[in-house]
């Protein structure tokens, strides 16, 4: 089982044990056919789960009042990877970390992907080279070109003007 982080428990939500996680995922849906969670090396069995103002709220087996809710606050929430079915084009942020960015045409290395930002419009991937520079690339099908996880690399046409220094 390979365990990734999905979310966080931000608070609980009512006096019957709910609590409120904070979905780390482009749509908060995905994450409520989930069976199971794990938190702290725990298993926690969902009984249902909802969403709420952007928010899940899961209530798990077992915990049935606010003082056991409260006890689950500021918790990592993982998932087992297989419970995704990934679209083609789809990754998970940790995949694309540490991946090599170069230029398709010139072969050129930009450094490797060190954070990506959610901007709303689109993703923001940051490159580090090994100097410490730092340049931003816009995640859109006109700049990557090709995405290989298993050989870490990500291949990009930089649109005009947006390394100028190059």
């Known amino acids: 089982m390979e365990l990734i982080e999905t979310g966080k428990v931000v608070g609980t939500h009512g006096i019957a044990g709910e609590v409120k996680v904070q979905p780390w995922a482009d749509s908060p849906d995905i994450m409520l056919d989930f069976d199971y969670v794990m938190i702290e090396g725990h298993r926690f069995d969902i009984e249902y789960a909802r969403i709420h103002k952007n928010n899940i709220l899961y209530k798990f087996y077992g915990i049935d009042n606010l003082n056991k809710a409260e006890l689950l606050r500021n918790k990592i929430i993982y998932v087992d ?3 995704f079915d990934l679209d083609e084009g789809q990754y998970f942020i940790k995949d694309l970390l540490t991946l090599s960015v170069v230029d398709v045409d010139t072969g050129k290395n930009y450094g490797n992907i060190t954070d990506v930002l959610k901007t709303g ?8 080279d090994s100097e410490g520079v730092v340049r931003m690339i816009p995640a859109i099908k006109q700049v990557i070109i090709e995405t ?3 050989n870490k690399i990500m291949k990009i046409r930089p649109l005009n003007g947006l390394f100028d220094e190059d």
């Not at 419009?121 to 580090?128: G, H, K, P, R």
């Open 81 to 83: 990877r297989s419970f």
């Open 148 to 150: 290989d996880i298993e």
């Open 121 to 128: 419009a689109n993703d923001v991937y940051e490159l580090t």
